[in-house]
C-alpha cells in the first residue's frame, strides 16, 4: 500500500504549509504544466483536481502534437511558429510519449497539388531547426503504396508531410510525477469549493474538499490560478457571482476503429471535408482514430457523448476516401472533448473557425489569474506566461523558467515494444515487479498486452483511486476497445481494493460505476 502512505504524505504536506506562493485549480494539460513550471522554479506550489488528472478534455484529443496545418490557411502563423517550436520541446523534454508521425493527404486535382505543397512547405520551414521531415509530392502510386485501402477513383496524388502524435493522458500523469518530483503538492480528487479573499477583496487561498472522505481543507496563497479548462466560468463565479462566460465550449468527437482500415505506419489527413473541416485518420496504439469533428456548443460537461449526426459525419466522411470503409459495426469506442475556446463576439456565426484558438490569461480585480483556451502541444508555453503573471500579480521573486530543457518524468529515447515504451525509464522497474511477483504477469485481457502488474504500479505511483482512471488514462483501453474495458474492469477492481486496502462494497461499486461510464464510449 505504497499509494495510501505517498497520499498521506501529500495530504501532511497540506496540513503542514501555512503558505502556498502558489495553488493550481485544474488538473489538466495547462494546470499540470503549470505546476511543473513553478515548482522548476523553486516555488511552493498545490495543485488540486477534482476528479482525476486529465479527466477531462486533456485525455480526448486527437493524440496530435502539431502545429497545426489548419491555422496556417486561416493566416495564424504566429500561432503556428509558436505551436511548432513547442511540439520540438515534447519531442526533447517527452520522448517516450511522444513521436513523427507521417501523413498522407490524398488530392484529386492538379490545383490542389500545387494548393498544398506550398502551404506544406511553408509548415515544414516554419518549424526551423525543429523540422521533423520534410513534405515531398507523391504518385498515385506511392499514394496507393501508404494508404492501400484509399478510393483510387480521381485519386491524381497526394502529399506527404510530418507532424507528431503522443499519448496525451500519459504526459498529463508524467507531469504530475515531475512537478512532485520538484516539490510540488499535487492531488487528485479535491474540489475547490471556495476563493477566499483579504479585508481588501483580494484572493488570498482556496478552500476545497476531498471528494472521497468530505474533509475540507484551506491553503493560504500568495496566488490562485484557475486552470479549470471548460470550467474556468464556474471557477470566476465563485470570484465573482456576476461573471460573464469567457468560455464557449467546442465539442470535438472521435471514433475508434480497428487498424485494418489504414493498414500501414501512415496516418490519413483530409484537409477539406463536406462541410470545409478538417478530419484525420490517425494510427494509435495498434487501432485508428478518426476525428475529430469541431462544433461549438452551449453546455460543458465532465463526460459528454459524441452527437449522433457527428458519428455519421466522420464515418460518411470516411467512406468517401476509404474501401473497404468503416461502418457502425467496426467502431470499437467512441469519446468526446470538449475545448475551452475563448467566447466570441455577440455577432458570432456559430463557426468555431471564428474563435481564437489561441490561450488567454487574464487576472481579475481579485488578482485570481485565470489561463484559457490553448491547446496541449502548447502547454508547456502557457504554463510559462502563467507563472511568469503569478511573480508579478503575487509579487514573488523573479526566477527565470526552466522547463525548455526540463526532462518530463519517464523521459528516455529508448523504445520499448508495443505500449510499454510510454512507460519510459519506469518500464524496467514494471518488469521488476513481475520477477518479484510472476502473477502480476498475467494479462488483464487475453486480446490485449496490459498487465496486472500496471495496475499495481499505477496505485503505488501514478495515483489512481478509482477503476475508471487506470483503464481510461492510465492504459487508455475505454477509448481503444469500451467492450473489452467492461470485461477487464473486475480484474482492476480486485487488483487496486487489495492494493489500496478497499472493501467489497467499494469493489462492486467501481465496476458498476465504471460499466455506466463505458457505456457512454459505445453506441
Known sequence: ??????????????????????????????????????????????????????????????????????????????????????????????????????????????????????????????????????????????????????????????????????????????????????????????????????????????????????????????TVINATGIFVDDILKLDTATHKNLVRPSQGSHIVIDKKFLDGYDALMIP??????????????????????????????????????????ILATAKSYLNPYPTRNDILSIYAGLRPLAAPKDNDTGSTKEISRDHKLLVSDSNLITITGGKWTTYRKMAQDTVDAAIKAGDLPHVACRTMSLPIHGSTDQIQAGHWTYYGIDYN???????????????????????????????????????EDFLARRCRLLLLDAKAAKRAAPVVADLMAGELDKSQEWRDNQIKLFNELANNYLL
Open 1 to 222: 500500500m505504497q499509494f495510501e502512505t505517498a497520499r498521506k504524505n501529500q495530504l501532511e504536506k497540506i496540513k503542514q504549509t501555512t503558505l502556498w506562493d502558489l495553488v493550481i485549480i485544474g488538473g489538466g494539460a495547462t494546470g499540470l504544466g503549470t505546476a511543473v513550471d513553478a515548482a522548476s522554479r523553486g516555488f511552493k506550489v498545490l495543485l488540486i483536481e477534482k476528479y482525476d488528472f486529465a479527466k477531462g478534455t486533456s485525455s480526448k484529443s486527437t493524440k496530435l502534437v502539431h502545429g497545426g496545418v489548419r491555422y496556417l490557411a486561416n493566416g495564424d502563423i504566429k500561432l503556428v511558429i509558436g505551436a511548432l517550436k513547442e511540439r520540438g520541446l515534447i519531442f526533447k523534454n517527452a520522448p517516450h510519449v511522444s513521436s513523427a508521425q507521417s501523413f498522407v493527404i490524398p488530392l484529386y486535382s492538379t490545383f490542389d497539388k500545387l494548393k498544398y505543397l506550398i502551404g506544406l512547405k511553408l509548415y515544414d520551414w516554419l518549424a526551423g531547426s525543429l523540422r521533423i521531415g520534410k513534405s515531398v509530392l507523391l504518385s498515385k502510386k506511392e499514394v496507393v503504396e501508404k494508404l492501400p485501402h484509399i478510393k483510387q477513383e480521381g485519386l491524381t496524388g497526394g502529399i506527404l508531410y510530418y507532424d507528431g502524435q503522443f499519448d496525451d493522458a500519459r504526459l498529463a500523469v508524467n507531469l504530475a510525477q515531475t512537478a512532485i518530483s520538484h516539490g510540488a503538492t499535487v492531488l487528485n480528487y479535491m474540489d475547490a469549493i471556495g476563493i477566499d479573499k483579504d479585508q481588501h477583496g483580494k484572493v488570498c487561498g482556496v478552500t476545497f474538499s476531498d471528494t472521497e472522505d468530505g474533509t475540507t481543507y484551506k491553503a493560504i496563497a500568495k
Open 272 to 313: 477539406e471535408t463536406s462541410d470545409g473541416r478538417v478530419l484525420f485518420g490517425v494510427p494509435w496504439h495498434d487501432k485508428v482514430l478518426l476525428g475529430t469533428t469541431d462544433i461549438p456548443i452551449n453546455t460543458h460537461q465532465i463526460e459528454p457523448r459524441p452527437m449522433e449526426d457527428e458519428i455519421e459525419f
Open 429 to 467: 522497474q514494471i518488469q521488476a515487479l513481475m520477477q518479484e511477483n510472476e502473477s502480476l504477469k498475467e494479462l488483464l485481457l487475453p486480446e490485449y498486452e496490459f498487465t496486472k502488474a500496471e495496475v499495481v504500479w499505477a496505485c503505488r505511483h501514478e495515483m489512481i483511486r478509482q477503476v
